[in-house]
């Protein structure tokens, strides 16, 4: 299941996907750098500024876990997340797909539940349950009705001070990581050419550029001492913040944390060390062509500076030039492209609440009539048109305008902001950086976008990818 980012909840961002879409998020290299990004989180709130949702925030003092709490009385339901502050991006090398194997131990048992139990007992209760794995995060969830929130507490944190992670059941799920692999990627020609687009911008050994799944081979190598050693190091609850939202009182909640997983042994946790970004792509230039797609896809993707690395005072304008740029019928590529008759669908990506160096990007669909040489310089053309000229006041007012309309869709969900709060500070930027989004966003300028376009576009370490249809004529792309 996907992360819930500020980007996704927006009305525009869902406008214009293509499965051509390569955005991946990341982080940073030392401690210091998450140091940095909770100075650089964004410019002073304006007085009188109301925090989106208003979430209380503290630590337990025996064993460090960061605790958040959101109360929402509106239905007598609750969701509770529990977030690592580890990845895919801690994957040791030679071992992709680590975090995400031990995910799926995960739901092997712990001290007092069996294998299996955890899911059927959320079920037998009328609940679900699931979790995900990010390059910068591992969370685990659960939405109930709000009188079955101590059980759900106690589970998990009965998972998070024992996991079982037996041998008996290890081959059994490699199997199932490997068939989920076929599944999402090696049968599907988009999946495997974002991957293999991934991997010509950052290098296929590179954090960034390694699949969260894992290469087949590595998945393959991974033994059982691998996932308890990554267990064993990263999965402390210093390491991992509770979020939970919904119908229960904050004095309620605070006593059963206490009860539930202030008991927990304290264990340190390392700090997280990743490589830096290359100072060139892998490949500048990636053609595919496979039989299995009907439909040409363009993709274009820059390394770009986020709110925790880099020139972290370009995020927001960043933020903002990805939705002016591609955010729906009202953008620059898709009157450029989509109106034209160029393409079915174009559009732009890039989140600044991820660790370390990020990835802004452009995508487009071609009409199967047009060349893909001819959709690519008319791409070229709305950038550099851009870059000339600047962005209008009309059209920087217009993205943030949708932008931030579309945060209050988040509180209509209950499990918006404990994945967005999760997210957020389980990669060391404060609360401030989801609460007042909407202000900061508002805050950007032209003047801050025209900038932040001069930084990243022309001059970035970037990669341009095609995915053809196997009859695509030879001389259709160049390069």
């Given at each position: 299941?996907?992360?819930?980012?500020?980007?996704?909840?927006?009305?525009?961002?869902?406008?214009?996907?293509?499965?051509?879409?390569?955005?991946a998020?990341?982080?940073?290299?030392?401690?210091?750098?998450?140091?940095?990004?909770?100075?650089?989180?964004?410019p002073?709130?304006?007085?009188?500024?109301?925090?989106?949702f208003g979430?209380q925030?503290?630590?337990?003092?025996?064993?460090?876990?960061?605790?958040?709490?959101?109360?929402?009385?509106?239905a007598?339901?609750?969701?509770?997340?529990?977030?690592?502050?580890?990845?895919?991006?801690?994957?040791?090398?030679?071992?992709?797909?680590?975090?995400h194997?031990?995910?799926?131990?995960?739901f092997?048992?712990?001290?007092?539940?069996?294998s299996?139990a955890f899911?059927?007992?959320?079920?037998?209760?009328?609940?679900?349950?699931?979790?995900?794995?990010?390059?910068?995060?591992?969370?685990y969830?659960?939405?109930?009705?709000?009188?079955r929130?101590?059980l759900?507490?106690?589970?998990?944190?009965?998972?998070?001070?024992g996991?079982?992670l037996?041998?008996?059941?290890?081959?059994a799920?490699?199997?199932?990581v490997?068939?989920?692999?076929?599944?999402?990627?090696?049968?599907?020609?988009?999946?495997?050419?974002?991957e293999a687009?991934?991997?010509?911008?950052?290098?296929?050994?590179?954090?960034?550029?390694?699949p969260?799944?894992?290469?087949?081979?590595?998945?393959?190598a991974?033994?059982?001492?691998?996932?308890?050693?990554?267990?064993?190091?990263?999965?402390?609850?210093?390491?991992?913040?509770?979020?939970v939202?919904g119908?229960?009182?904050?004095a309620?909640?605070?006593?059963?944390?206490?009860?539930?997983?202030?008991?927990?042994?304290?264990?340190?946790?390392?700090?997280?060390?990743r490589?830096?970004?290359?100072a060139?792509?892998?490949?500048?230039?990636?053609?595919?062509?496979d039989?299995?797609?009907?439909?040409?896809?363009?993709a274009?993707?820059w390394?770009?500076?986020?709110?925790?690395a880099?020139?972290?005072?370009?995020?927001?304008?960043?933020?903002?030039?990805?939705?002016?740029?591609?955010?729906?019928?009202?953008?620059?590529?898709?009157?450029?492209?989509?109106?034209?008759g160029?393409?079915v669908?174009?559009?732009a990506?890039y989140?600044?609440?991820?660790l370390g160096?990020?990835?802004?990007s452009?995508?487009?669909t071609?009409r199967?009539?047009?060349a893909?040489?001819?959709?690519?310089s008319?791409?070229?053309d709305?950038?550099?048109?851009?870059?000339?000229?600047?962005?209008t006041?009309?059209?920087?007012?217009r993205?943030?305008?949708?932008?931030?309309?579309?945060?209050?869709?988040?509180?209509?969900?209950l499990?918006?902001?404990?994945?967005m709060?999760?997210?957020?500070?389980?990669?060391?930027?404060?609360?401030?950086?989801?609460?007042?989004?909407?202000a900061?966003?508002?805050?950007?300028?032209?003047?801050?976008?025209?900038?932040?376009?001069?930084a990243?576009?022309?001059?970035?370490?970037?990669?341009?990818g095609?995915?053809?249809?196997?009859?695509?004529?030879?001389?259709?792309v160049?390069?």
């Amino acid at each position: 299941m996907p992360l819930v980012t500020r980007r996704s909840i927006t009305i525009a961002a869902a406008a214009a996907a293509t499965a051509a879409a390569v955005a991946a998020p990341s982080s940073p290299a030392t401690a210091a750098d998450a140091a940095a990004a909770r100075d650089n989180a964004g410019p002073p709130v304006p007085p009188g500024e109301r925090p989106l949702f208003g979430a209380q925030l503290w630590r337990l003092p025996h064993n460090g876990l960061t605790v958040a709490f959101v109360e929402n009385r509106r239905a007598p339901v609750v969701a509770q997340y529990l977030f690592y502050g580890v990845g895919a991006g801690e994957d040791p090398s030679g071992r992709s797909g680590v975090a995400h194997f031990l995910e799926h131990m995960m739901f092997k048992g712990s001290r007092n539940v069996p294998s299996g139990a955890f899911s059927q007992i959320v079920a037998r209760e009328g609940g679900n349950d699931n979790a995900f794995t990010s390059r910068d995060v591992t969370a685990y969830f659960q939405h109930v009705e709000a009188s079955r929130l101590p059980l759900v507490m106690r589970m998990e944190a009965d998972r998070v001070a024992g996991a079982t992670l037996g041998a008996e059941e290890f081959e059994a799920e490699r199997q199932v990581v490997l068939e989920e692999r076929r599944t999402r990627t090696d049968s599907n020609p988009r999946a495997r050419f974002r991957e293999a687009f991934d991997a010509a911008l950052w290098g296929p050994q590179h954090w960034h550029g390694r699949p969260i799944i894992g290469w087949e081979d590595e998945i393959r190598a991974i033994t059982l001492d691998d996932l308890r050693g990554f267990y064993a190091r990263w999965y402390a609850p210093e390491n991992a913040v509770l979020v939970v939202a919904g119908d229960v009182r904050e004095a309620e909640f605070r006593r059963l944390v206490e009860q539930e997983y202030g008991a927990i042994p304290a264990r340190e946790a390392p700090r997280r060390m990743r490589a830096p970004a290359p100072a060139a792509p892998h490949e500048p230039r990636l053609i595919r062509r496979d039989p299995g797609v009907r439909e040409a896809a363009y993709a274009r993707s820059w390394m770009a500076p986020t709110l925790t690395a880099g020139e972290t005072k370009y995020a927001y304008a960043l933020e903002v030039l990805a939705h002016l740029l591609g955010g729906g019928q009202g953008s620059r590529l898709f009157k450029a492209l989509v109106e034209t008759g160029l393409a079915v669908g174009a559009g732009a990506g890039y989140d600044s609440d991820s660790l370390g160096a990020g990835t802004f990007s452009v995508y487009a669909t071609p009409r199967r009539e047009v060349a893909p040489d001819r959709l690519e310089s008319a791409a070229d053309d709305v950038l550099k048109r851009l870059l000339d000229e600047g962005p209008t006041e009309e059209e920087v007012a217009r993205s943030i305008r949708q932008m931030t309309a579309g945060a209050l869709l988040a509180l209509d969900s209950l499990g918006a902001a404990p994945r967005m709060i999760g997210g957020t500070l389980a990669i060391g930027l404060p609360i401030e950086a989801v609460e007042y989004w909407p202000a900061r966003l508002r805050a950007v300028t032209r003047a801050q976008v025209a900038e932040a376009a001069r930084a990243v576009l022309p001059a970035a370490p970037n990669t341009v990818g095609w995915l053809l249809p196997a009859d695509a004529p030879a001389g259709s792309v160049r390069g």
